[in-house]
């Protein structure tokens, strides 16, 4: 029987049903606790923004890809969806509109699709916006928004600011209110009960492995730990250094991004441990208010170096050869 | 299986990677039966890794089942017999399934299956005399290699193997020819492996099956626990049923430990894997001295009227076995011969059954269909899920970059194309094919 209609392929003739549309979707469903968490915190302008800051990414990712590279359409990878979500978690909630929509802008069109789109760029595209923005509108982006100042308060910049945990130490929030969230911060960073629910979220479904999240965070506590012994400061002074600034926010969301942390899990650990001392430093010594961001950035400079040294050797290398090409790459 | 009884040995060291596929063992309680005897088998003659034979018969001869009709004096071979009796019709090229054109004997049959009168027992006292005998009788690997298995078999004395692993796996989907050589021909695989064992001197044999086939397991362990079993040499293994746990460098790991090293034999860390099948047939052999010439298919898959375990002639058309199984009951998107991951997809169904065929499977459109490709995401499934180490996703972009050096750095020739990358791609990346084509590269590379 001839049949000029069947298919033929390479093996495997069977593929799982995870997409990239599902694995995108799950990172949007763990993000969805900690975007409540914001509306109850500061607000419905933390929803407007994040809504703002979603459509404008979807909108410049369709509209760039379209009109000025002339390719296929990527929205519907959702891809975009995240990047708005995370760069308006990083964002207070009394930023000015028209900022949000220059911060997406670059996020998508600068840092992802000018390097080739989905899995192509080599920072991540919500902390190359947050950075940018934090260069260009330094003030907006450290005036603090006061928790519950009302819910229907669509004011902006018009609200009461106030300094976060990190900027000044005078007015601390109690343990309990730092882990529910209820302090002056970037609108999706502060509710580490939400993130910490997001991150389980993704590890049951096994979107992201433990080993970058894990080894960011306790780098930071010992580091933090190290410190607080040889400074005498109290055993708080850590917890305060977990719970404040985006560490959980970054740890879990934005270091685990695939394209720009390493593959294998030795890689991953390599990286969080470097996020972590990074942080610490800035947080030490550095005159920024926030090391979270800019340590994410530097490593994921140093991803492809890191990726080049712990990629494992093919099955059943010999010991021996092992160390000989080591010795030459 | 809950409780592994004691006497049992679990995997030495556990395979890293692989994939959960479904099972899909629809078959598994259908015995093999026989199809009617075809009017006519095409026998290719390089059903084998290794020389192709030349044909040994002309249009016109009468040829009966068993007879040789094609050989080679090449070592790495393995003769071809004629599968039914009757006249040869045609000597001649024709396009195989992987679309390469090879020689083929054509032939007629008078459907009375005569067996060649020069059909008898071998004489196997020693070594030579039983590899002499498995070369005669055109065995190669019957799970889907067909590497010949007097090849396997006939490592130098010297060489220090040990480790005999009688591989009942079958990790692929829907394939269950292997499981019901467990159950059917269970005294075959008994005399099998004692008599390879004692022939080729073996310290320890292991026999393989995954925790998904509970009633094979209970086959082997008696043919484990037996009494010809001097000294406890002869032990089942049960392994966690996970893709590609049949594997051969994956199946010496779990009974050994040992890691076969990249463009290495099983026989070079002292281990030989044969599929359970295969050692059934040359215990079989050595009783009648009737060579290879049917073996058993798995047919199956979602475009199958009745899906069924067969028995045919090598050669006998796909079609016709199709046919037998009741036809397509729906309109088959693709067709393949042996299993799911590893299997070829055929342009159509005007083709022979070769040695190493273990299944035909048919599928409808919609599971013909895969999900769209798109870009990758670098998210590591692949280098996740590759039982070798390998990552995937790096072989692809230096392939496409032409970055020898990478490529052969990073292991693109140790890849065995079990297919667990491609599976697992959630950007339905087509790994294996950019697998070949990364390993044609190098070749061609090399060639210059």
């Known amino acids: 029987m001839e049949n000029e209609k069947l298919f033929v392929s390479a093996s495997p003739h069977f593929r799982s049903a995870k997409t990239t549309r599902g694995i995108m979707l799950d990172v949007i469903i763990a993000l969805v606790p900690a975007l409540i968490a914001s509306g109850v915190i500061f607000g419905l302008r933390a929803l407007v923004i994040t809504a703002l800051s979603v459509c404008c990414c979807v909108f410049f990712e369709w509209s ?34 028209w900022m949000v929509i220059i911060g997406d802008l670059f996020a998508i069109v600068v840092v992802k699709q000018l390097f080739g789109g989905i899995g192509q760029n080599f920072v991540n595209p919500a902390i190359g916006g947050r950075i940018f923005m934090l260069l260009s509108f330094s003030g907006a982006m450290t005036s603090w928004t006061e928790p519950h100042t009302g819910f229907m308060n669509l004011a902006g910049a018009d609200a009461l600011t106030g300094a976060t945990p990190l900027v000044s130490e005078d007015i601390l929030p109690s343990v309990g209110d730092m882990f529910m969230g209820i ?10 009960f939400a993130l910490i629910i997001g991150g389980i979220y993704l590890l049951v479904r096994r979107v992201i492995s433990p080993a970058i999240p894990l080894s960011f965070i306790c780098t930071v506590a010992a580091v933090m730990g190290i410190y607080t012994a040889v400074k005498g400061e109290g055993a708080e002074f850590v917890i305060y250094q977990l719970l404040s600034g985006g560490l959980f926010l970054g740890a879990i969301f934005m270091a685990t991004d695939y394209s720009t942390s390493p593959i294998s899990t030795k890689g991953k650990i390599i990286f969080g441990i470097g996020c972590g001392l990074i942080t610490c430093v800035i947080r030490l010594f550095g005159s920024l208010p926030e090391g979270v961001s800019y340590s994410i950035i530097l490593m994921n400079i140093l991803t492809p170096l890191i990726e080049r040294i712990t990629t494992p050797k093919p099955f059943g290398t010999p010991k021996k050869e092992k160390k000989a090409k080591e010795a030459q790459a | 299986m809950s409780k592994i009884p004691a006497g049992v040995l679990t995997a030495v060291k556990k395979v890293r990677g692989g994939v959960a596929v479904d099972h899909r063992k629809n078959t598994a ?24 034979c030349e044909p040994v018969v002309k249009p016109g001869d009468d040829v009966s089942v068993g007879q040789v009709i094609g050989d080679t004096d090449k070592f790495v071979s393995a003769p071809i017999h004629a599968t039914v009796s009757g006249k040869v019709k045609a000597v001649g090229d024709i396009k195989m399934p992987n679309g390469i054109l090879a020689k083929a004997v054509t032939i007629e049959s008078d459907g009375e299956m005569r067996l060649w009168e020069g059909i008898e027992p071998p004489k196997v006292t020693n070594r030579d005399e039983f590899l002499k005998a498995v070369r005669a009788s055109g065995l190669v690997g019957l799970g889907g290699a067909g590497f010949p298995t007097h090849v396997k078999l006939g490592f130098s004395p010297d060489k220090n193997i040990d480790t005999l692993v009688i591989n009942a796996a079958e990790c692929e989907p829907f394939i269950t020819v292997d499981y019901r050589e467990c159950i059917d021909n269970s005294w075959d695989i008994l005399s099998a492996v004692y008599t390879i064992k004692d022939l080729l001197g073996f310290k320890n044999v292991v026999i393989a099956v995954e925790d998904n086939k509970p009633e094979a397991f209970n086959v082997l362990k008696r043919i484990a626990d037996n009494e010809y079993d001097v000294g406890d040499k002869v032990k089942l ?114 083709l022979p059954v070769l040695k190493q065929n273990n299944a035909i499977l048919a599928f409808d459109k919609n599971d013909a269909q895969f999900k769209k490709q798109t870009d990758c995401i670098r998210c590591g499934s692949c280098a996740a899920a590759c039982p070798l180490s390998l990552t995937p996703t790096n072989i692809v972009r230096a392939t496409k970059a032409k970055d020898y050096e990478t490529m052969k750095r990073i292991g693109v020739n140790v890849c065995m194309e079990c297919g667990s990358c491609a599976y697992s791609c959630p950007a339905g990346i087509p790994l294996v094919q950019y697998m070949k084509l990364a390993k044609a590269v190098l070749r061609e590379e090399a060639a210059k």
């Open chain 1, 183 to 192: 302090r002056g911060g970037c609108l999706g960073e502060t509710c580490i």
């Open chain 1, 64 to 97: 760039f890809r379209k009109f000025i590279l002339k390719k296929s359409n990527t929205v519907g990878d959702l891809s975009a969806v995240i990047t708005g979500i995370l760069l308006a978690f990083n964002l207070p909630s009394g930023i000015p509109y």
């Open chain 2, 29 to 52: 309680d259908l015995e093999v039966v026989r199809i009617p005897t075809p009017e006519k088998v095409v026998i290719p003659m390089q059903m084998h890794i290794g020389a192709p």
């Open chain 2, 237 to 350: 293994m049960v392994l966690k049923s996970r893709y590609p746990q049949g594997a051969e460098k994956m199946m010496v790991q779990s009974a050994t430990g040992r890691k076969v090293p990249p463009g290495k034999l099983p026989a070079d860390v002292g281990c030989v894997v044969m599929n359970v099948a295969s050692a059934a047939f040359v215990s079989r052999y050595l009783k009648t001295g009737k060579p290879l010439v049917s073996r058993s298919l798995t047919v199956d898959g979602s475009a199958i009227a009745e899906p069924k375990n067969v028995r045919v002639p090598i050669g006998t058309n796909i079609g016709e076995i199709i046919d037998f199984c009741g036809g397509f009951k729906t309109e088959p998107g693709k067709i393949i011969t042996g299993g799911p991951m590893m299997g070829l997809a055929i342009v159509n169904t005007d």
